[in-house]
Structure formats: C-alpha cells, structure tokens
C-alpha cells in the first residue's frame, strides 16, 4: 500500500470559492439528464445569417466560435440529445447586387463564391454545425413566401407610400428617432446604432403592421427580466442576454412608438431578392427574407416544430432589434413561439477603433488560425471576448499571451507530469504491489470532502495538498455547467483556468521528482494529476476540441466517458485503468509568427 500526503481518513478538507463567477450560482452535482426520448425537443442555437458582401473578418469567427462552443457543451452535458446548429449566409439585397456587377459576376455566382468562404472559415475552426443555410436556396424562398401570405391573410400586410433614412450598407431604413448628424461631415446623417450613412428615400412598398405587437413584445421582455432577477439558481438567461442589451429593448418599447416596418423594395431599385408574392414589381425586403432563415434552415411549414423554437441565438450588438423586435413580432403574427434566449455579444475593435477596410485595421481569421493555430485563436475568443458586453480590442499580442497560457498550463502540464523523472519514482510503488493497480481504484482509496464555500480566492489561492486539489476538481463540472447554463462563456473557461494554475502550482510546491521525498508523494501528485487532465480535459472540449481530443486520446479515456457525467473525482477510468500506460503527447505547436521582441 501506498500513503498519498494530504490523505488522511475522516479528515475534512477546506472549501474553497471560484471567484468571477456569475451571481447567484447555486452549485449541484452533476448528474445524467433522464434519457431523452426520439420525440424530445432538439437543443436548438444559432448564428447570425452572415452577410457575405466581403471576405470573412474577426467579428464573424467570434459568432460562430460563440455558437460552437455552446453546441458542444449541450452535446457532452447530454450526449443522447439532439443538437441542431444553424448558420449560413443572406444572399440577397442590393449590396450583394453591387458587389456582383463590379466584379463582372452574376449575382448567384458571385453569392456561390463569398459563401463559400464562409463555409471554408467553419471548417478551419472546427466549427460543428449541422445546418449551413443559404437564402438563395428553394427550400428557404418558399418558406419566405409561406410566412408573406400568412400574414396578408390576417391584413398584416399593405402597401403603402414610406418616406424615410434608408442604409445602403444595413439594407435597412431606420425612423427618424434613430438617426443622427455626422460628427465631421456636414449635411450628412448617419444611424445611431451602426453608424452607417442613410439618405432620404421616397417610395411605394409593402409594409408590416409592427405596431400592433409593441405591448406583447414589452410584457415577453419585462416579464423575462423579472423572471431573472428572481432566479436562485442562476440566471435563466430569458429574453436577451447579458441583461444589458435587454433593458435597452424594454426601454425603447417603452419611450418609443412602435412604426409599421418596410417589407419590400420596387424591383426596380433592387432586383436581387425574392419577388413579393402575387406582386412581381416588388422585392421582399432583405432584413425580412433573412429573419425567415432560422425557420427555413428547419423545414418550416411542412417540418422543424419539433425543433422550434431556437434555444439560444447568438446575435452581434449592431442587430439586436431585428433579432428581438422585428422576427419575434413575425412569429408571433404566425402563431410561433419567440427564442428562449438572444445572446448578444459586443464587438471586436482594433486600436479602440471600429474594423473597416477603410482604415486597414481588419483582422483576418484565416490568418490568425495558420499563425497561432485553431485552438488557440478560440481559446482567446472565448476567454477574451466571452463576456460579451463590451467591445474588445483585437490584439496579437494577447492572442500570443493567452496562446501561450493554455500552452503552458496544459499542454506543458501533462509533459511534466508524464516525465520519466516523476512517472519512474511514481513506479516503484506500483512494483511493490501484488495485483496490478487500477486507477479508479486508486482514485476512489484517496479521502476528500468536497464543499461549495470557502474564504480561499482562487485567484490567488496555493494548494499545499493534492487533497486540497481534488476537492476543487470534484466541484469542477458543476462550477463549469452553472456558468454555461448562464451563457456566462469566459467564467466557465477562466474557472477551468484557475484550476489548471493551482495544479500546475501545487506540482511545483509538492516536487514529486525530488528524492527528498519518499516515491508515495511522486504516485499520489501522478494520479492527481492524470485526475486533474482527465476532468478539465473532458470540460474544455467545448472550448479547444481538438486539442483536448488529443488530451483524451492520449490519456486513453473511452468515447463514452468524455461526457460532464464523468466530470467526477474517481468516476472515470485513465490509461485503460493502468495510469502507468500513459504517456505524454505535444498538445500545441509554437506559433509560427514571431513576435515583435523576437524579431
């Protein structure tokens, strides 16, 4: 038998408390979710439908890296449920008309281009999706013509003349209570909330009588707001999420009145879109037929009810009134039900200024993943720009500091502890015994007590045991599960990260491969250790899948044990059950770029 310092029957250990936390987080074990069944509602989430008048930038990979992330948690919190993820590209509108003709290309073959560079970013960052929409397909135009005449049969429709500020870049007429004078340009107007030019415009079109939902939009926001600051066990992430961008749309229902919405465009201005139904000298407004994809992308009308309605869409701050004013009155003059939940992410800037490719200061994704690798530029997206209510500055030296910090806290980790300096110590104990040492088995002979509170930041905090250590890897996968059920992205992570530090630190403190110490101390930091990657490895699937599928494989932990179930001191198995088997792999490579002091 072997004596593991720091493991003493009927000792109880410290608790401790993960600082950054979201509020009013009550912490459960987690547990197996009761097996869905085949007529159980999917884990529906989206993206926005990308616009792809230009080449892919930053802001789009954050959306789609948000997406992703939440997608796979759902998939490893609940492995027999399914997960529906939609993205795409909105294909028509007159930019898209613009940009065709300036390249000398048809329309739809300049769309089938752009799109597919937006397929090709999905592909480099690993995005799993299951659905890539495009609004030039015939499965979504008549999903958009259904919706039309659904809603001029119930006299929601009608033409009209419309004077107002229209957006050329937005595709969008805005009202007047939503524009603005330049600041440096005089004579000129732009909008409030995405600072694009508008002129006046003059014309007949069609129009959707918005405001006759301005007070069953007010109630659904009030209501999910109430419904939050209530919550004990965390947010319930209802309405538009964080709570920042949702007040300001109970607010402006409030303050504002509610104007009936433009829903089409003479054919004659713009060409390329689809014709309003019975009235081909009109085209259907660009916002209106794009809104539509999230129904389309599920077979609507015909199918997709059993996945309606989405469970988290993931939006840019620049369209939220779209996604929480214009669609949901849609669907509610349809008889479908609104999103469980908008989530709203702010902006990548460069040098605190807004990217533009007048200014040069675009950020280019594809780059930035052959540079620094795929996990990495995720790993700085979700850690970085996952709290989602300010704008973050875009910075290759933090991508390179943060790159560097997953680098060396994981992947540096399991080399040292896979070492032969520690692993031939930790062998002599494993040789002295009769039977053959099982790790499960090993695990479950180590004594903790775990707890939910403590006076210990983990921001500063220095384990002195490796009891100490697994009572925080026990509470680990529920810490991480009440973050993501709070759509609160970058505290699931920096709790993973925090815990990865003080692992890292305690191997340092404890100095297994000192012969100052008796080789016991050196088999119980190993199986701790291996403990310790075998939990944050299954946590940050989400977040870096294909390092920690590199992470798992290495440590040989079976497909049906890399669930949040499993994310349990002693519930898994490690090596195959022999942690002696286990041998270190490289996790990342260097980044190829250099920086500027190693130039």
């Known amino acids: 038998m072997f004596c593991c310092r720091g493991f003493h029957s009927r000792v109880h250990s410290p608790s401790f408390a ?3 936390l979201a509020a009013k987080c009550v912490v459960v074990p987690v547990r197996r979710h009761s097996a869905t069944r085949s007529t159980d509602k999917p884990f529906y989430v989206t993206t926005p439908i990308f616009y792809p008048n230009a080449r892919p930038h930053v802001g789009h990979l954050h959306s789609l ?67 890539f929409m495009r ?12 919706v039309w005449r659904t809603l001029a049969e119930q006299g929601l429709i009608y033409k009209d003349a419309y004077e107002g500020y229209y957006s050329t870049t937005d595709e969008c007429f805005y009202p007047s209570s939503r524009i603005t004078p330049h600041p440096t340009r005089p004579n000129t107007k732009i909008s409030t909330e995405t600072g694009s030019v508008v002129e006046w415009s003059s014309e007949v079109n069609y129009k959707f009588r918005l405001s006759k939902f301005r007070d069953v939009l007010l109630a659904h926001y009030s209501a999910a707001a109430e419904l939050n600051a209530k919550a004990e066990s965390g947010l319930v992430s209802r309405g538009v999420h964080p709570d920042v961008y949702q007040n300001t749309v109970i607010q402006d229902l409030k303050t504002e009145s509610l104007e009936d919405l433009s829903i089409s465009r003479p054919r004659d201005r713009i060409g390329w879109g689809i014709p309003v139904p019975g009235d081909p000298s009109q085209t259907v407004y660009v916002w209106f037929d794009a809104l539509l994809v999230y129904l389309s992308g599920v077979g609507y009308p015909s199918a997709g009810m059993m996945t309606w309605p989405p469970d988290v869409q993931v939006v840019g ?13 849609i669907l509610q003059a349809v008889k479908l039900p609104m999103a469980k939940t908008l989530l709203t992410h702010a902006h990548w800037t460069a040098g605190q200024k807004k990217m533009s490719k007048s200014l040069g200061n675009v950020a280019d994704p594809m780059t930035a993943m052959d540079d620094f690798g795929v996990d990495a530029v995720r790993f700085y997206l979700a850690r970085v720009g996952g709290r989602f209510r300010d704008d973050v500055d875009w910075s290759e030296e933090q991508l390179r500091k943060h790159a560097d910090e997953i680098r060396n806290s994981l992947g540096n980790y399991f080399l040292r502890i896979t070492s032969n300096a520690i692993k031939s110590r930790a062998a002599k104990v494993v040789a002295t015994s009769s039977e053959p040492l099982v790790f499960r088995d090993l695990i479950s002979r180590l004594d903790f007590v775990g707890a939910s509170t403590s006076s210990l930041d983990l921001e500063t ?36 990260v925090l815990i990865l530090r003080c692992a890292n630190g305690l191997l340092t403190t404890l100095e297994p491969w000192s012969d100052v110490h008796p080789p016991d101390v050196a088999l119980s930091c190993y199986l701790t250790a ?29 497909a049906d044990e890399r669930s949040v179930e499993y994310a349990r001191v002693g519930k898994g198995e490690v090596g195959g059950g022999l942690p002696m088997n286990v041998r270190g792999v490289k996790l990342f490579e260097k980044p190829t770029k250099k920086s500027s002091f190693e130039s």
């Open 18 to 20: 993960f600082s950054r």
């Open 530 to 558: 291996l403990e310790t990657l075998r939990i944050t490895g299954i946590l940050l699937q989400p977040f870096i899948p294909h390092t920690s599928e590199r992470l798992l494989d290495g440590l040989n932990i079976p």
């Open 461 to 496: 905090c220095k384990l002195s045991t490796n009891e100490e250590l697994l009572t925080l890897l026990d509470d680990l996968g529920s810490r991480v599960s009440c973050s993501m059920r709070n759509l609160e992205i970058a505290d699931a992570l920096h709790t993973i």
């Open 65 to 131: 890296v948000t997406a992703d992330i939440i997608a796979r948690f759902q998939r490893i919190l609940n492995p027999i449920r399914p997960v529906v993820f939609l993205t795409g590209t909105d294909e028509h509108g007159l930019k898209m008309q613009q940009a065709a003709e300036a390249k000398g290309f048809d329309p739809l073959e300049w769309c089938d281009i752009i799109s597919a560079e937006f397929r090709k970013l999905g592909e480099r960052a690993n995005i799993s999706g299951t659905m």
């Open 317 to 329: 701050k620049d369209i939220v009134r779209f996604h929480a004013v214009y669609l949901p009155a």
């Open 135 to 146: 609004t030039t397909q015939r499965q979504h135009r008549d999903t958009v013509e259904h």
